[in-house]
């Protein structure tokens, strides 16, 4: 419990803003991130990214032109969204493959296979370093730190608290009241109530992100950017469609339905993040 309040502290707005403490570099026309030492200090400025040396540093003398050249980030924040977008895709295929191999056959949800020994240390690895990273996530204001943090706890909670086992509810009421389950122990029942509390919190906040965060720009509106945002919009209203249609399929107990509704909604997720990461060229020709 100590060391998840330590990750999540640190990674929460106000352990983020702390550390921003270092004085940033101040050119005319160049914009500074809050906080130089993790990501993108400077814009670009013709073939190369260049500011001057802030007067506070002891490191290297005042009035210092530091020439960087094109491309090259401290803390690549575009390998990082990268990174967190295969995650997501990745998550539903790994464990189905695993399911399916050790012939458990196609699983009810991603979060099921919690209980399937083959399956619980992928899916505690994915989701909780995805998590994590969401936590540690710098965004580009207060608000889009926020939105992670919290998505990134909301992350967590889903490891933490395991999905009811509806199977021993249903068939074997009288032992659900004796079955811990999860992290912490509870009943399946509350464990699962915690876990969907959770999922929806997660899935929501993702939604957000990429339908109202990832589409502001800071310039002009370029014809690219209008595609890029179109992509960031479709992504977030179908990872919050795919997720609502959770609801039906349970009533109607559609087997693996879950499991592929998350899948997709997961799909959106890696390519909002993708297209955030600039992994698809043709969308950034403005950039160049």
Known sequence: MAVVGVLIWAGSPVAKTRRCKRPTPETPGVRVSPCPPKFVRVAQLGE???????????????????ILERNIIMLDTKRFRCFLGWLGMLLP??????????R?????????????PTCITPFMIILGSSG?????????DKQDDVICTLAGIFALGICLFSCGTKDLIERWPELSSLVRVGTFQLTPAVSGILHNICAIGFFALLAYNSTFLFTKTSGNMTE?????????????????????????ISIFEWWGGVWLVETIALAFFGISWLTKADRYPWLFADKK
């Open 48 to 66: 190369h990214l260049t500011f001057n040396q802030g007067a506070g540093s002891p490191s290297l003398p005042t009035d210092t032109n530091f």
């Open 93 to 102: 295929l790994i464990v189905l493959a695993l399911s399916i191999f050790y």
């Open 104 to 116: 458990h056959g196609l699983p009810d949800s991603i979060s099921a296979t919690y209980y399937l």
């Open 132 to 140: 994590i990273f969401l936590i540690f996530y710098d965004g580009y």
């Open 224 to 248: 690219n950017k209008k595609k890029r945002n179109i992509i960031f919009r479709v992504c977030g209203i179908g990872m919050m469609v795919s997720f609502l249609a959770i609801v039906p």
